[in-house]
């Protein structure tokens, strides 16, 4: 209760991971129980998870980070992707921590939602690539509440993007651009980086 306080006195949203594994089930109930949710709000995991916390989560307007490689690593669980963008609730993906997971691969970790989430669901097709790509770049920006500044190339937003060079071998099999940036590319694949419009690579 002090640190929601503290956060709505400096205006600042709030991170907390929850429900991450099977001891701490119950977690977003009792945020939610408290009044502690709501749109400034990202929860981060969110594996052990009720069918009436996930309802709760989305009418609170409350975001999740899934973290596959670390949830996979320390053996949380599994991430409940279908679930939480079923109910309608605001997923992004991240790296959690590279301590855990080696590296800052965001393409490794759309390959593994993908992967989990359809193997979960016994169907090839229950979790699209171009869907993963959204959940990578302007549902992470939603997550974070800065979709209006970054997240998609749109006029007026700042120009956060990459160049995947599609000339590499590992890329020539695939047609589909969503295909080729989840299932295929690697960070080799990546010619340059602009931040707000500006090379840094």
């Not at 749109?154 to 071998?169: E, Y």
Request: glycine residues 10%; without cysteine.
């Amino acid at each position: 209760r002090a640190d929601r306080a503290l956060a709505d006195e400096l205006g600042l949203p709030v991170s907390v991971h929850v429900n991450n594994f099977e001891g701490s089930a119950g977690g977003i109930a009792a945020i939610a129980e408290a009044g502690l949710l709501g749109p400034d709000v990202q929860l981060i995991h969110g594996i052990w998870s009720s069918e009436a916390e996930i309802e709760a989560v989305a009418a609170s307007g409350a975001s999740l980070s899934l973290s596959p490689f670390s949830e996979l690593r320390i053996g949380f669980g599994l991430p409940m992707t279908g679930e939480y963008l079923a109910a309608g609730v605001p997923v992004g993906l991240s790296v959690d921590t590279t301590t855990l997971s080696g590296n800052a691969d965001m393409f490794a970790i759309m390959k593994a939602i993908l992967n989990i989430e359809n193997a979960r669901a016994l169907d090839e097709f229950a979790l699209t690539a171009r869907r993963v790509l959204e959940l990578a770049t302007i549902e992470g920006a939603r997550s974070l509440g800065i979709d209006d500044v970054t997240g998609s190339l749109t006029p007026g937003k700042r120009a956060d993007l990459i160049v995947v060079d599609t000339r590499s071998v590992n890329l020539g099999i695939v047609a589909d651009p969503a295909h080729a940036l989840v299932e295929a590319a690697q960070p080799a694949n990546v010619e340059a980086v602009l931040v707000d419009g500006r090379f840094l690579k």
